[in-house]
Nanobody
């Protein structure tokens, strides 16, 4: 059973930083991608960034490039999202997701597994 467990969310002031983690377990996929999405109250789920696990290639949402950075620890099956210069509009529940394929995609419905989400709140 595939499990994705996010952590690292919390309350931070505007301009601050947070580092989210997502630990994956219960799978033996050799080729897959991991993505981060977010959903603010009353809004649709929004793509943030994705990384292809075997080669580390990444794809960022244009609006977030430069402030957010994705990385991975292959030994720990964990993906990270470093968020800097946070703004109140970054407030959302952040989800990690796993897509059983080599395509780095921003399309949420193509991801097969999802974590439970972690709340990020940025105060002004």
């Amino acid at each position: 059973q595939v499990q994705l467990v996010e952590s690292g969310g919390g309350l931070v002031q505007a301009g601050g930083s947070l580092r989210l983690s997502c630990a994956a377990s219960g799978h033996t996929f050799s080729i897959y991608t991991m993505g981060w999405f977010r959903q603010a109250p009353g809004k649709e789920r929004e793509f943030v960034v994705a990384i292809r696990w075997n080669d580390g290639n990444t794809y960022y949402a244009d609006s977030l490039k430069g402030r957010f950075t994705i990385s991975r620890d292959t030994a720990k099956n964990t993906v990270f999202l470093q968020m800097n210069s946070l703004k109140p509009e970054d407030t959302a529940v952040y989800y990690c997701a796993l897509n059983r394929g080599a395509t780095i995609t921003a399309v949420a419905r193509l991801y097969d597994y999802w974590g439970q989400g972690t709340q990020v709140t940025v105060s002004s």
